[in-house]
């Protein structure tokens, strides 16, 4: 009898106790506004900041209602215009574009590499097409960093990173997020930390920190900032930016603090999972498990792994026999965006060239999930069972 998976690729574990009871003490006072505060209190949202901060080494933090809006607001901040054009990574997910069309600005999409990053040669070549880079650290595959600040300094390109699946990575030991001017991260369900909804966005700069703020929708309120710039740094910012709210509240803020404090324990769960998985890959005829640079410190929370030059019934057919055994896997290389997956083609807002390079590596693309609900002997099953289907379909299409 062939084994099978029963577990679910998307149940989260629960909110941690500590969470609950922050956020039942927030619901008791009533006060989930983030301005709301009585004499002396500083409001959970504003700790959440401090927090955050202090933990990625970071000088400003701003919390936001998700990751997309704290994209737009950071390229709002380094004064991104309607028309203006911005670098973006090809292989991501759809917020990214989406948060550059957001601000009635125009996507240029940078290739991937085999090694599932943004492709330097590329990015080089396009440094002159735009002064911003929106970098996606698509499904936490951190490309060389300081190869990439270097040719983004040489060409005047402001960097905001996308560390939606990089919460709790670093490269080169430096935390993902405080290498470009402004790294933003989400907390919705799926990823690191989980309130639902919500975003946070930190830097070193005042400025942006301060034009953050106030476009996130401070109410003039933004003395109340725990890990804020000085009132001096929204002299003028405050009559020149526009109120765009969305801010987090103090209930997202609560369920979100004791999470973040366990982020390391939980980064290390995720990688005992993913290695596993890896282990269970490895040697897979016809399959390409993606090595990670050494200078790389993950968050295992999926996988990734290439079917290179397969046709495409044959990945369908690991896909559904995979399927059938209890295995969701993910295809970037399906003509129709599906579930999540979704690729530059499909965002038909964007008048993007073909890239044959890039298209190539995205038709090999196999992603999966993985959840903290899985136990290490779940993750084991699992690589049992793609390995088998796998190597099934790939003898037989010899
Ligand atoms: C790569 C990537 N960037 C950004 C986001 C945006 O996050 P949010 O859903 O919080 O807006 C997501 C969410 O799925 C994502 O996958």
């Given at each position: 009898?062939?084994?099978?998976?029963k577990?679910?690729?998307?149940?989260q574990?629960?909110?941690?106790?500590?969470?609950?009871e922050?956020?039942?003490?927030?619901?008791r006072?009533?006060r989930?506004?983030?301005y709301?505060t009585?004499?002396?209190e500083?409001?959970?949202?504003?700790l959440l900041?401090?927090?955050?901060?202090?933990?990625?080494?970071?000088?400003?933090?701003?919390?936001?209602?998700s990751?997309?809006?704290?994209?737009?607001?950071?390229?709002?901040?380094?004064g991104?215009?309607p028309?203006?054009?911005?670098l973006?990574n090809?292989?991501?997910l759809a917020?990214v574009?989406?948060?550059?069309?957001?601000?009635?600005?125009?996507p240029?999409?940078?290739g991937v590499?085999?090694?599932?990053?943004?492709d330097?040669?590329?990015?080089a070549a396009?440094a002159?097409?735009?002064?911003?880079l929106?970098?996606?650290?698509m499904?936490?595959h951190?490309?060389?960093?300081?190869a990439?600040?270097?040719?983004?300094?040489?060409?005047?390109?402001t960097v905001?990173?996308?560390?939606?699946?990089?919460?709790?990575?670093?490269?080169?030991g430096v935390?993902?997020g405080?290498?470009g001017?402004?790294?933003?991260y989400?907390c919705?369900?799926?990823k690191?930390?989980?309130?639902?909804?919500?975003?946070?966005l930190?830097?070193?700069?005042?400025e942006?920190?301060?034009?953050?703020?106030?476009?996130?929708?401070?109410?003039?309120?933004?003395e109340?900032?725990?890990?804020?710039?000085?009132?001096?740094?929204?002299e003028?910012?405050?009559?020149?930016?526009p109120?765009?709210?969305?801010?987090?509240?103090?209930?997202?803020a609560?369920?979100?603090?004791?999470?973040?404090r366990?982020l390391d324990?939980?980064?290390?769960?995720?990688?005992?999972?993913?290695?596993?998985?890896?282990a269970?890959l490895?040697?897979?005829p016809g399959?390409?498990?993606?090595?990670?640079?050494?200078?790389?410190?993950?968050v295992?929370?999926?996988i990734?792994f290439?079917?290179?030059?397969?046709s495409?019934?044959?990945?369908?057919?690991?896909?559904s026999?995979?399927?059938?055994?209890?295995v969701?896997?993910?295809?970037?290389?399906?003509?129709?965006?599906?579930?999540?997956?979704?690729?530059?083609d499909?965002?038909r807002?964007?008048?993007?060239?073909?890239?044959?390079k890039?298209?190539?590596v995205l038709?090999g693309?196999?992603?999966?999930?993985?959840?903290?609900?899985f136990?290490?002997?779940?993750?084991?099953?699992?690589?049992?069972?793609?390995r088998?289907?796998?190597?099934r379909?790939?003898?037989?299409a010899k």
């Amino acid at each position: 009898m062939a084994e099978v998976f029963k577990g679910s690729f998307t149940q989260q574990e629960p909110i941690p106790e500590a969470g609950i009871e922050a956020a039942v003490a927030v619901m008791r006072h009533g006060r989930l506004h983030r301005y709301n505060t009585v004499a002396g209190e500083i409001a959970e949202t504003a700790l959440l900041e401090q927090e955050f901060a202090a933990q990625v080494g970071a000088k400003y933090c701003l919390a936001v209602a998700s990751g997309g809006y704290a994209m737009a607001t950071a390229m709002r901040a380094v004064g991104v215009k309607p028309g203006d054009k911005v670098l973006t990574n090809t292989f991501t997910l759809a917020p990214v574009p989406g948060a550059i069309a957001a601000l009635g600005a125009v996507p240029v999409f940078v290739g991937v590499t085999d090694q599932l990053v943004i492709d330097l040669d590329d990015l080089a070549a396009k440094a002159d097409q735009a002064d911003v880079l929106l970098l996606s650290h698509m499904r936490g595959h951190l490309a060389d960093m300081t190869a990439l600040i270097a040719i983004c300094d040489a060409a005047g390109i402001t960097v905001i990173e996308d560390c939606a699946h990089t919460m709790g990575a670093a490269w080169d030991g430096v935390p993902s997020g405080t290498q470009g001017k402004v790294g933003c991260y989400s907390c919705q369900t799926y990823k690191h930390v989980n309130s639902g909804e919500g975003g946070l966005l930190v830097t070193d700069d005042a400025e942006v920190a301060a034009r953050a703020i106030m476009l996130s929708g401070s109410y003039m309120l933004y003395e109340r900032h725990a890990a804020g710039p000085p009132k001096e740094a929204f002299e003028t910012i405050r009559y020149e930016t526009p109120n765009i709210s969305g801010r987090m509240d103090n209930l997202r803020a609560a369920i979100l603090r004791p999470q973040l404090r366990d982020l390391d324990r939980q980064v290390a769960r995720w990688n005992e999972r993913y290695f596993v998985i890896e282990a269970g890959l490895r040697n897979t005829p016809g399959l390409t498990v993606i090595d990670r640079p050494e200078k790389e410190s993950i968050v295992g929370s999926s996988i990734q792994f290439l079917l290179e030059e397969w046709s495409e019934a044959a990945v369908h057919e690991v896909q559904s026999s995979c399927a059938a055994r209890g295995v969701e896997l993910k295809w970037f290389g399906g003509a129709e965006p599906v579930g999540f997956t979704s690729r530059y083609d499909s965002w038909r807002y964007v008048d993007a060239p073909r890239m044959p390079k890039s298209d190539a590596v995205l038709a090999g693309i196999v992603d999966m999930r993985v959840p903290l609900t899985f136990s290490i002997e779940d993750c084991a099953l699992i690589a049992r069972i793609i390995r088998s289907e796998v190597s099934r379909v790939f003898q037989a299409a010899k």
